[in-house]
C-alpha cells in the first residue's frame, strides 16, 4: 500500500508575547491547531470582525525590511521566523491569532517559537501533504545575487552570503529539511545589523523595539553582543532561516534543491513570483513517504 506524507497540525494551542522589532509595540500570538488544507493563517483579533489573513505569497504587500502580509485592510508584519518555524517543523495547518500588527520579535531567532511548538507536538492528520516538485531548473537574478532551484529529492537549501565587515565576509552553508536539525542549528540563529543601519532606522521611527537582546548586532570589526555568536556562521544560518520563512509562502512544502547568493527577502519573492508563473518548471502532487530519504 503506498502511503503518502501526510499534512501535519501541532497537538495542542500554545501563546507567547513579545514586542514588534520596528513598532516597539507588546503582541501576544495564540496558535491553535487547523483541520486538514486549512494552511497557515493569521488572524487579527484586536480588530473589528476579525479579519483574518492567509499566509500566502498573493498576500505579500511589502517585503522591504521584512515580510508583510495583508487582506481586508489588516496586515501582519514580520512574519518569516514563525512561518520558517512551520516549515522547519513540517506544520501545515495552523490559526495564528494576533493582537497587534507586528509580531513580536523574541530573541531574534526562532528558536522560542521552535521550542514552544516542539513542546506542543505535532500531529499528523487524514490527508496527504501536497508538495511543488521541481521538475526543471529555474533561475532568477539581478545583478551578482541570485535564487534558483533545481530537481531533487527532499528540501535543500544552499545560502551564500557577502559582506564588508571582516567578521562576516563570505559565508556559506547548505540545510537538508529535517525537523531535529532546524531546532538546533537553523532556529537559534538571530537577526543582525550594523549600527549605522540602526541609526538610519531611528531616523525613520523604525526598529524600536530592536536591542541586544533581539539581534546581533555589528560596529565595525566587533560584536556588541556580550554573549557574542551562537555559532561562527549566524549570520547565514540567520539568512537560511529566512529563505524557509520566504518559500513557505508558496503555501505548499517544496521539493527541491534551492541555491541563494546573496539574497534578501525582495529576491526571493521575485523568484517565487516567477516560480509560481513558469508552470513547466514544476508539478504539484503528494510524495510517497519512501521517496524522500
Not at 7 to 22: A, M, N, P, Y
Not at 44 to 68: E, H, N, Q, W, Y
Not at 126 to 150: M, Q
Request: with cysteine.
Amino acid at each position: 500500500m503506498v502511503q503518502y506524507y501526510p499534512q501535519q497540525t501541532l497537538s495542542r494551542k500554545l501563546t507567547c508575547s513579545g514586542i514588534g522589532v520596528h513598532s516597539g509595540k507588546k503582541a501576544t500570538i495564540t496558535i491553535h491547531p487547523a483541520p486538514e488544507n486549512h494552511g497557515i493563517r493569521f488572524k487579527r483579533v484586536d480588530l473589528p470582525g476579525t479579519p483574518d489573513i492567509p499566509a500566502l505569497f498573493k498576500m505579500v504587500v511589502d517585503t522591504s525590511l521584512a515580510t508583510v502580509i495583508g487582506n481586508q485592510g489588516a496586515i501582519v508584519s514580520t512574519i518569516e521566523h514563525l512561518m520558517a518555524t512551520f516549515t522547519g517543523l513540517s506544520i501545515d495547518n495552523a490559526l495564528v491569532e494576533i493582537d497587534g500588527y507586528e509580531m513580536p520579535i523574541m530573541d531574534g531567532s526562532a528558536r522560542i517559537f521552535s521550542e514552544k511548538l516542539t513542546r506542543a507536538g505535532v500531529t499528523p492528520q487524514n490527508k496527504p501533504r501536497w508538495f511543488f516538485v521541481a521538475t526543471h531548473p529555474l533561475k532568477v537574478t539581478d545583478g551578482d545575487k541570485y535564487v534558483s532551484i533545481e530537481p531533487a529529492p527532499g528540501l535543500t537549501i544552499s545560502c551564500s552570503i557577502t559582506f564588508e565587515s571582516p567578521l562576516i565576509g563570505t559565508q556559506e552553508r547548505t540545510f537538508c529539511l529535517c525537523a531535529e536539525a532546524f531546532r538546533k542549528k537553523i532556529s537559534p540563529a538571530r537577526t543582525f545589523g550594523f549600527t549605522q543601519d540602526l541609526v538610519y532606522l531611528k531616523q525613520f521611527s523604525l526598529g524600536r523595539g530592536g536591542s541586544l537582546d533581539n539581534a546581533v548586532v555589528v560596529d565595525n570589526d566587533k560584536i556588541l553582543n556580550k554573549e557574542g555568536l551562537r555559532f561562527p556562521d549566524e549570520f547565514v544560518r540567520h539568512k537560511l532561516l529566512d529563505c524557509l520563512g520566504d518559500f513557505s509562502l508558496l503555501g505548499m512544502p517544496i521539493q527541491g534543491h534551492i541555491i541563494t547568493r546573496k539574497s534578501g527577502h525582495a529576491l526571493n519573492h521575485a523568484f517565487i513570483k516567477k516560480f509560481l508563473e513558469t508552470t513547466d518548471a514544476w508539478e504539484t502532487r503528494p510524495v510517497e513517504m519512501a521517496a524522500i530519504p
